[in-house]
């Protein structure tokens, strides 16, 4: 079955507080190599048959309405992955 | 959905308004989705204001007579996805945004839940994140009126102090610069934190209006706040009821 993945982020000029957790976590753990943490979310969108430029539209216009806030987060990526 | 029983003394104290309920007909629905925690306090609410309370089901495909609508607190659909994201999609809410917009002005309240659920349906700017602390924060806030011309808020004075319970995790008020300059402008801050900020919103921010100031929405919990005994230990206790004789001397003065 193929699957759409959409990615969705905060937007860059929003503080992320998970990110700020995260990244005051990893150093505790030996982790000091990253200066920033931003914590997305990533959807898989499951198609039975194949996926037309008519669904990945519909991927799309939902990844806009409904699985992402567009006052505080960006859709960053729609692809399509082959199972 | 049948209307739901209230417990012990509040049933009592509820049942002395009805001279009030008859004098004003006001009829005020309260939305219940699937995880709504204070429909039952905001039911009481109203009917401690003096209306009669509708229980509304956010599948219902009509919002029937009411005058007014409040979208309450609680965690619908678990904020699965975002705080209110899935709920702003529910049958009864394409009702609510087109009464709340059209020429009639239905005054909808939108508390916590109800607040993150009427910026998700674009009826207020802006949006939720999760408080700057990460914590969940419960703890009665002080709040100052910012704007006593809303549907809402009518009953109160422009710089009354109330004290109301606060209760969220998602609770930090973002908007970009220019639509909190176009709020600030407008007069459509309603509510600011007072002394503390408890989960880092901007220009401290409690709650907001639109444009005609029929939709409010606030993160603390005024419906919690309206018998004395069960409110605040600051001030009253009963500071919260305001916002429901506000709502109910604007529908009395519209049928007037």
Known sequence: ?83 | MTELPLIGEAVAVADQAPDVRKLTGARIGVVTFPGTLDDRDAVRAVRLAGAAAVPLWHADTTLGDVDAVVIPGGFSYGDYLRAGAISRFAPLMARIIDAANSDARLPVLGICNGFQILTESHLLPGSMIKNDGLLFMCRDQILRVENNTTDWTRDYAVGQEITVPLKNQDGQYIADEKTLDALEAEGRVVFRYVGFNPNGSRRDIAGISNAAGNVVGLMPHPEHAVEAGFGPEIGSGTEGLGFFTSVLNKIVGDNK
């Open chain 1, 1 to 83: 079955m193929p699957r759409i993945v959409v990615d969705v982020m905060p937007k860059p000029e929003i503080l992320d507080p998970q990110g700020k957790a995260i990244v005051g976590a990893l150093p505790r753990l030996g982790f000091t190599a990253f200066s920033s943490v931003r914590q997305g979310k990533r959807f898989e969108l499951t198609v039975d048959g194949e996926v037309t430029e008519e669904i990945l539209a519909q991927a799309r216009n939902a990844a806009e309405t409904l699985l992402s806030n567009p006052v505080i987060e960006d859709v960053v990526n729609v692809e399509v992955v082959e199972a």
